[in-house]
């Protein structure tokens, strides 16, 4: 079922590198905004022939019990809606249906788990993470991974903010790995299913979510399922293709 069509205005656009944007908004004409930390919205704006396209983004952001949310993406090159957000300036509106989706943390579950994600897959982490850790009930006597890969350090997302929470909470590690690293890099080397193999090392008592293209989804999925013997209700993922 379609839920009604929201408006909301960008309050804040920021660079986070030369193809990547954070968008901060705040929905117009609602008291609140609610959405569990890892869904999506789905965006609808007209192209200049008049008809009307529609995209899905995952929330990057956690609620705020207020009506503000953040996205994160990338421009795709002749992709529309992508560019036209990207080139959107504070003030302007855009319209959206959502929340939606059920890429959510397990209500209840209490085992360890993996967070792993690749470019703009880090979006619905950034929600997960900030909710989790802004109270001990969410965390408490848990551990918490998150796996970030990318090709080069200027293409690390929220570096800073996930840096932060680590060093504050010890039940927290923040794994970057890059598969294209100069040499002066002093971080871990390779894709995340490398660095997933040396985290779980044999273990079958944690659950992972994922979240970004399908090719590295589907080799995290093989990786716990075929060889590390998960069951696949363990993992929980999302495609961005």
């Known amino acids: 079922m379609e839920k009604d069509l929201l408006t909301a205005r ?3 656009s920021v660079i986070l590198s030369d193809r990547t944007k954070h968008l901060e908004f705040e929905v117009i004409g609602n008291g609140r905004f609610d959405f569990i930390p890892g869904q999506f919205v789905s965006v609808r704006e007209p192209k200049p ?3 009307f396209i529609t995209r899905a983004y995952s929330v990057a952001s956690a609620p705020h019990g207020d009506n503000r949310f953040d996205l994160c993406l990338n421009r795709v090159d002749e992709g529309f809606m992508s560019n036209y957000l990207c080139d959107l300036e504070p003030g302007a509106e855009i319209h959206l249906h959502g929340p939606y989706g059920h890429f959510v ?4 579950d209490r085992r360890d788990a993996l967070f792993i994600a690749t470019g703009t897959g880090i979006a619905p982490f ?3 993470v900030h909710w989790l ?4 009930e969410h965390h408490q006597d848990r551990q918490f991974w998150l796996i ?9 997302y929220y570096r800073e903010e996930f840096e932060k929470l680590a060093a504050a909470n010890p039940n927290f590690h923040y794994i970057v790995t890059l598969s294209r690293a100069a040499d002066d890099w002093t971080g871990a080397r390779g894709y995340v299913q490398d660095r997933a193999r040396e985290i779980v090392n044999g273990r079958t008592d944690m659950e992972a979510y994922v979240c970004g293209l399908n090719q590295m989804v589907s080799a995290i999925r093989h990786l716990l399922k075929d060889e590390l013997g998960w069951d696949r209700h363990q993992i929980i993922y999302e495609r961005y293709d």
């Open 10 to 12: 960008l309050t804040r």
């Open 49 to 51: 022939d008049g008809k």
């Open 105 to 108: 943390i397990k209500e209840g």
């Open 126 to 128: 950034r929600g997960m």
């Open 133 to 136: 850790f802004d109270n001990l």
């Open 148 to 156: 970030y890969g990318t090709r080069h350090p200027q293409d690390i």
